[in-house]
């Protein structure tokens, strides 16, 4: 006889009752709760979380897929690990580095019920791949995925990148260039169709000769602001992949003599602390509401309970590198 | 009769064989891997990879414990990621949030196998009662634990902040204050000792009126310099928590129009990349080297094949804050 069933046994209480109290759940009535905690101490059972709960069929664990943890993704993660929490539910994070092989491993836990639903922050499989676990459990993403059938709560880009183009010609500049992140990615293709015809639009020149890619963190944004001064003429506001770019943008003008903003306005992405801290011109992304909504949209599935859900915007946030 | 089975007896194979097949093991011919691959699916056969590798009894899987994600401790967890990688491991995080039972979780999966080792981040439950799972499998630490059983890899911060200390009197600074981080922590202690004993040898004044506790962010560095700033008499010097710490208060400085270093000189700590770009004196901690060393460490349980630790050092990095 399992552990499990003695305690059914001795107790006198039903499966479901049981499982309840295991389960921290709060629909049973104090006696039973006491009587059944009492035989759990004495068997000296531990319940094993890793099995499926029986009152809930759920494992109460959600799975955040990604292919590196970095700085950027910090922000959601964490939220969404106390949002999770909130609702009783453990986050685990799967890192794949980049491998196909080890990220299906994820999708393989939701389908042996391992974890209840996942979200992914970013993904190397196919969205076409990973779609067929979607019949396993709830699946959100954070990266655009263009697909319909994995629900994503990213934002559209070019909605914050025309605010930082709107305020840039706002205050005069009209030479902008781009340090713009992974050439291929959704967000980049955005922002770039988003530059290109609001410059067009505006009769502005478009400085395709100055995009620079795979401008990601600090150092890259000092390679990408000495390869700018290299140049026989330079812009006269650069707008950035994120707030980390900026910043090594913005120290490394501050070595090459380069006034800010006077010779170069600098404009960054996300609205991190340091740029807070720096004094950094840039866009805020709510990327804490983006993640509370992730787990909302999984929510509605595991919950079975439809939270609404507000309208995100960019905002631009001014300082003092414009 | 389950799919495994089907697949012995289809094959002819041993069990051994299949699973080492399933578990991509190389021990094993070309001709049994492509007949039991083949049959495999046929019978549309998908490796659960959650079930304990029969040929090694390893789940491949290791467990990183901590009770936040920040981005101090992401250099570890990158590196150790990585490392784990190389072997043929995959890295679950599980975050408690400072919940002692959610914390638990991690320990009872050692215990059921789900993971083959854990490494602790930073943990809120007492190492005694974390003590008792090291007989499930491996358990190294980061954070010092202050107990045996479980072994760790932290560096003694005293000797870092004594190249600082050294660094700072070197050139003419005396009045030395402390940003601190948790004020019970053991590195906070070790800290504090540190600079207690050094200044009291070199016959240098104790400021123990200027020590600051909980400084661990750049906005937290920020207000730090506030309060310095607000105080009677400026320091000459600050010794900071870490690089995040550092930056908040050189910021500050600047917007104060404190002259850096000439009124104040600011010392960083861990070299992250920021501290290189905005040219904060920092002191290098070898955190890359640690997480591969706490690989290591579970490695020569898991492989049974102890490598060779390196002797790690602290490294004072003069830039232009000093």
Request: contains cysteine; aromatic residues 8%.
């Amino acid at each position: 006889m399992s552990k499990f069933d003695e305690i059914m046994k001795k107790s006198g209480y039903s499966k479901a009752t049981v499982s309840r109290v295991i389960n921290h759940s709060p629909h049973v009535s104090d006696e039973a709760r006491q009587k059944i905690t009492d035989i759990m101490k004495q068997l000296n059972y531990i319940p094993n979380r890793n099995a499926v709960s029986l009152s809930t069929g759920q494992t109460k664990q959600i799975g955040i897929v990604t292919s590196a943890t970095n700085e950027i993704i910090l922000t959601f993660m964490n939220q969404f690990i106390d949002t999770a929490m909130d609702f009783g539910f453990q986050t685990l994070i799967y890192t794949s580095r980049g491998d196909k092989e080890i990220e299906l491993q994820a999708f393989e836990d939701l389908r042996s019920k391992r974890v209840d639903g996942l979200v992914i922050m970013t993904c190397v499989n196919h969205p076409d791949k990973l779609k067929a676990y979607c019949e396993y459990g709830p699946i959100v993403s954070w990266q655009r995925m263009g697909n319909d059938e994995i629900p994503s709560v990213a934002m559209d880009q070019a909605q914050g990148y025309r605010l930082a183009l709107e305020h840039l010609v706002s205050k005069g500049y009209t030479r902008i260039a781009n340090a713009f992140g992974r050439a291929e990615s959704l967000n980049t293709q955005s922002r770039r169709e988003a530059y290109e015809s609001f410059m067009v639009d505006n009769g502005l020149p478009v400085l395709r000769e100055a995009y620079q890619y795979s401008i990601f963190s600090s150092s890259d944004g000092e390679e990408a602001m000495r390869r700018m001064a290299s140049g026989s003429d330079l812009p006269q506001a650069v707008l950035c992949s994120n707030d980390y770019a900026a910043i090594g943008i913005w120290s490394e003008a501050r070595k090459q003599n380069i006034r800010v903003p006077e010779q170069l306005a600098i404009v960054g992405f996300d609205d991190i602390e340091l740029s807070r801290v720096l004094g950094i011109t840039t866009i805020h992304n709510p990327i804490a509401e983006q993640a509370t909504q992730a787990f909302h949209r999984l929510w509605a599935v595991l919950g079975k309970q439809e939270l609404q859900a507000q309208q995100l915007e960019f905002q631009l946030i001014e300082r003092s590198t414009t």
